[in-house]
């Protein structure tokens, strides 16, 4: 399950209206995109790569 965009967990505790005996741990995105591709959203938006090293697959 991706992480949702990176967003500031203060404003995000507003939004929601999370009680102040709550700790926001994760946001998550639950459901289908509405483009599918097989390159991130981050990279397809320049804001960071994947690198080399996220590609390789480790077969044991």
């Known amino acids: 399950m991706p992480?949702?965009?990176?967003?500031?967990?203060v404003?995000?505790?507003?939004?929601?209206?999370?009680?102040?005996?709550?700790?926001?741990?994760a946001y998550l995105c639950v459901g289908y995109p509405i483009d599918e591709s097989t390159v991130p959203e981050l990279e397809r938006v320049g804001w960071q790569s994947q690198g080399s090293q996220c590609r390789k697959v480790l077969k044991r």
């Open 11 to 25: 404003n995000v505790v507003k939004q929601l209206r999370v009680p102040a005996d709550r700790t926001l741990v």
């Open 3 to 9: 992480l949702a965009h990176l967003c500031d967990p």
